[in-house]
């Protein structure tokens, strides 16, 4: 069982930043790949970035690219979504999940076993 909680949203302007992060407990966090997903009102759940379970891969929506990055501290348990530049349409709930030992289908939410409750990130114009 992993539990997850998201943090470190807010409200910031555009062209800003924030760093989310993703606190998990558990002893075996270092073997989950880890994946932040969004959801602005009325759409559907969708995939940002994710980072695979030894670290050495990521991947990011084409949205996104050049402006977030994931990152992981095994030490912390602790999962980051490093988002610069940002833009209105970045608005919504942002959501971490975890995945034993995955290292394909990083992109659907069904690859995912656990879920944060999510945090809010409101980008204004």
């Known amino acids: 069982q992993v539990q997850l909680v998201e943090s470190g949203g807010g409200l910031v302007q555009a062209g800003g930043s924030l760093r989310l992060s993703c606190a998990a407990s558990?002893?075996?966090?270092?073997?989950?790949?880890m994946g932040w997903f969004r959801q602005a009102p009325g759409k559907e759940r969708e995939f940002v970035a994710a980072?695979?379970?030894?670290?050495?891969?990521?991947y990011y929506a084409d949205s996104v690219k050049g402006r977030f990055t994931i990152s992981r501290d095994n030490a912390k348990n602790t999962v980051y979504l490093q988002m610069n530049s940002l833009k209105p349409e970045d608005t919504a709930v942002y959501y971490c999940?975890?995945?034993?030992?995955?290292?394909?289908?990083?992109?659907?939410?069904?690859?995912?076993?656990?879920w944060g409750q999510g945090t809010q990130v409101t980008v204004s114009s």
């Open positions: 999940a975890a995945s034993y030992r995955r290292s394909y289908g990083f992109y659907s939410r069904g690859g995912y076993d656990y």
């Open positions: 558990g002893r075996t966090f270092s073997s989950y790949s």
């Open positions: 980072i695979t379970w030894t670290g050495g891969s990521t």
